[in-house]
């Protein structure tokens, strides 16, 4: 998985310590990717809602608007919208989902599917908290 923010370089370092990614990052400030893939830069759109997003649009507006303040600068273009790709080896584009406002996102498990990799069940209860839930002791804080 790789990912690609508009803000500058300058931001790695907050972004990582805020979201806790790890993996590969990159960043694209001239929005050069953004327009090659027709992302919309908008706060505008109604559509999709993301069963993984938290917040409400207003709610995800102020957290954003929250960090830049933490920051004292916006970290990239604030208007603009994300998307999620998998591109299959060679470049041919296996899913594409362009998001059409702060609350939009592909579905985790479409992206999953779309890559070759089984499907989530988000509603589980992880095993350690199923096994406390049960009484015998095994979750954290167990004595």
């Known amino acids: 998985m790789v ?14 310590k805020e979201t806790k990614y790890t993996q590969e990052l990159y960043c694209d400030p001239d929005r050069r990717l953004y327009k090659a893939f027709e992302l919309k830069a908008s706060m505008g759109g109604t559509g999709g809602h993301s069963e993984h997003v938290k917040s409400s649009i207003v709610g995800g ?21 994300g998307g ?7 470049g041919t584009i296996l899913y594409e989902h ?4 702060p609350q939009d996102h592909a579905p985790i ?12 069940d988000f509603a589980a209860k992880p095993a350690a908290a199923s ?6 002791g095994a979750g954290v804080g167990a004595g």
């Open 61 to 81: 507006t102020l957290k954003s608007i929250w960090r830049g303040l933490k920051s004292m600068h916006a970290q990239g273009n604030v208007l603009q919208q």
């Open 84 to 90: 999620a790709f998998v591109v299959a080896p060679g």
């Open 98 to 101: 362009r998001d059409d406002n």
């Open 3 to 16: 990912v690609i923010g508009c803000a500058g370089h300058t931001d790695i370092k907050g972004f990582r």
């Open 109 to 120: 498990n479409d992206l999953l599917v779309a890559a070759g990799l089984p499907r989530f």
């Open 131 to 136: 096994a406390d839930a049960a009484g015998d």
